[in-house]
C-alpha cells in the first residue's frame, strides 16, 4: 500500500495517467531522445522487451502519428517484440518471440523492405529481470538481458544506428563500455530526470553501429550455451575473440579455444598467423590487443622451444 501512494504521488506518475501513457517509463525514453535526439529522422525502430508498451507508445507518437499522408506512414517501421502480447498501439507490429533465439531475429528482419536491404536505425530496450534485492545478483542479471538485447542488435541494426538499453549501475560499467564500443563509435551512461532518484538504474546510449570486420552475428547466451563452441561453429577467427568477451568478459577466447580441442594440432607459425591478424585488425580494441599479445608471444615461445627440441638430435 506505501509503494502505490508513493507512485500516486509521483508527478511523472500523475502526468503518465493524465496524458495515456501505459507507464511513467514512457517519459524515460522521451528524456532520452531530448538529451541525444536518438529519434531524429528514423523511419525503422524496435522495442525488445516491449510489454506494457510505454516505450512502443513513444516510438508511434513520435515516428507514425507525425506522419501526414498514408505514404510518409508506410514508411515507417516500428516492432515490438515480448514474450507476451500487448494491446494494440497505432502503427506498431507486435512480434511474441523470445530475445533469446535467433529465430526472434529473423522474424524482426522479415519486416523491414527486403527488396532495399534495410534495417532498424534504432533498437530500444526497457526490459528488467525480476529484483531479488541482492544488487550483485540483480545486476549480474541485467547484464545477461543486455547481451541478449545486443546480440539481436547486431542482426537487426543497420550501420551508423544506435542501440538504448537499461542498466543496473555497478562496478561492472567499464567493462560494458568497453564491450558496447567494440560495436559503436560512442557510449554514453544516462541517467533520465524521470528516474527516480533512489533507482540504481540508468541506460545505455551506443550510436553508431558498425559490424567488425568477419564477425557473424550470433545470439549469445552464456546461461544456456558453450560459448566457446558457439563461436567455433561460425567459423569466424573474429567471432572465437569477441564472442566470450561480450559474454563476459573473457579477454582469452582466442587463445583458449586454441589450448583446447585443437591445442595439439596448432604450431607456432599458427599462433604467429594469430597474432599477425589480431595486430592487423582495425577494428579489434587496442586495450584487448594489450592483453592478448602477452598470452600469443608466449604461446609462440613454448612452440618454438618444442618445435626445436622435437627436429634436434640428441
Known amino acids: 500500500m506505501g509503494k502505490t501512494s508513493k507512485d500516486k504521488r509521483d508527478v511523472y506518475y500523475r502526468q503518465a495517467k493524465e496524458e495515456g501513457w501505459r507507464a511513467r517509463s514512457a517519459f524515460k525514453l522521451m528524456h ?7 529519434l531524429d529522422n528514423v523511419q525503422r525502430a524496435v522495442d525488445l522487451c516491449a510489454a506494457p508498451g510505454s516505450w512502443s507508445q513513444v516510438l508511434s507518437r513520435k515516428l507514425f502519428d507525425c506522419c501526414l499522408t498514408d505514404d510518409q506512414k508506410s ?7 515480448d514474450l507476451q502480447a500487448m494491446a494494440p498501439i497505432r502503427g506498431v507490429i507486435q512480434l511474441q518471440g523470445d530475445i533469446t533465439k535467433e529465430s526472434t531475429a529473423n522474424a524482426i528482419i522479415a519486416h523491414f523492405d527486403k527488396t532495399s536491404d534495410k534495417k532498424a536505425q534504432l ?8 529484483v531479488t534485492g541482492v544488487h550483485e545478483m540483480d545486476e549480474y542479471m541485467q547484464n545477461q538481458l543486455i ?26 560499467n567499464c567493462l560494458l563500455e568497453s564491450q558496447m564500443l567494440t560495436f559503436f563509435k560512442d557510449f554514453h ?15 545505455v546510449v551506443c550510436i553508431g553501429f558498425r559490424l567488425p570486420n568477419g564477425y557473424i552475428p550470433q545470439i549469445i547466451n552464456p546461461a544456456r550455451d558453450d560459448i566457446r563452441l558457439l563461436a567455433r561453429k561460425t567459423g569466424s577467427a573474429v567471432n572465437r575473440r569477441l564472442v566470450p568477451f561480450i559474454a563476459c568478459g573473457d579477454l582469452n577466447g582466442a ?11 596448432f604450431t607456432s607459425e599458427d599462433y604467429e598467423m594469430t597474432y599477425d591478424d589480431m595486430i592487423r585488425d582495425v577494428d579489434f580494441p587496442e586495450e584487448f590487443k594489450d592483453e592478448l599479445e602477452d598470452v600469443l608471444l608466449d604461446e609462440i615461445a613454448v612452440r618454438s622451444v618444442e618445435n626445436f627440441q622435437t627436429h634436434c638430435l640428441w
Open 75 to 81: 514508411e515507417v517501421k516500428i516492432i515490438a517484440v
Open 255 to 265: 587463445s583458449d579455444e586454441l589450448s583446447t580441442k585443437f591445442e595439439d594440432e
Open 123 to 130: 533498437v530500444v530496450c526497457d526490459g528488467a529481470p525480476d
Open 32 to 38: 532520452i531522445n531530448e538529451q541525444f535526439g536518438i
Open 189 to 203: 551512461i544516462y541517467k533520465p530526470p524521470s528516474s527516480r532518484p533512489s533507482s540504481i538504474e540508468a541506460f
Open 147 to 172: 547481451v541478449s538485447a545486443l546480440s539481436i542488435a547486431t542482426f537487426v541494426l543497420e550501420t551508423g544506428g544506435t542501440f538504448v538499453a537499461k542498466i543496473f549501475k555497478g562496478n561492472a
